[in-house]
Nanobody, 127 residues
Framework: QVLLVESGGGLAQAGGSLRLSCAASGLTFSSHAMGWFRQAPGKEREFVVY??????????AYADSVKGRFTISTDNAKNTVYLQMNSLKPEDTAVYYC??????????????????WGQGTQVTVSS
């Protein structure tokens, strides 16, 4: 059974930082794409970043809105994915979701590529 558990959300001031964690169990990182998505109030859930591995290569992509401010990383020994969020803006306020899906090709910035989701963690950025 695959289980994704996010933590690290909370309240930050604009310009501040937060680090989210996603502890995964029941899956092998090397055969999955791991993604972060977010959903702001009244809006559709949107892609933030993904990471996947193929052989010795690592592939990742960020949404334009977070590029240069957010960084995804992993601790494969702990099966944990992190999202370091710097220079936070009020528009980053959302529930952030960790997701996992088989790395078999497709559009990894699409929700449809992910079959496993965490419960979400709230991030609120005040101005």
């Amino acid at each position: 059974q695959v289980l994704l558990v996010e933590s690290g959300g909370g309240l930050a001031q604009a310009g501040g930082s937060l680090r989210l964690s996603c502890a995964a169990s029941g899956l092998t990182f090397s055969s999955h794409a791991m993604g972060w998505f977010r959903q702001a109030p009244g809006k559709e859930r949107e892609f933030v970043v993904y990471i996947r591995w193929s052989g010795f290569s690592t592939y990742l992509a960020y949404a334009d809105s977070v590029k240069g401010r957010f960084t995804i990383s992993t601790d494969n020994a702990k099966n944990t994915v992190y999202l370091q969020m710097n220079s936070l803006k009020p528009e980053d306020t959302a529930v952030y979701y960790c997701a996992a899906g088989p790395a078999i090709g497709g559009s990894y910035n699409s929700e449809a590529s992910y079959g496993y989701w965490g419960q979400g963690t709230q991030v609120t950025v005040s101005s």
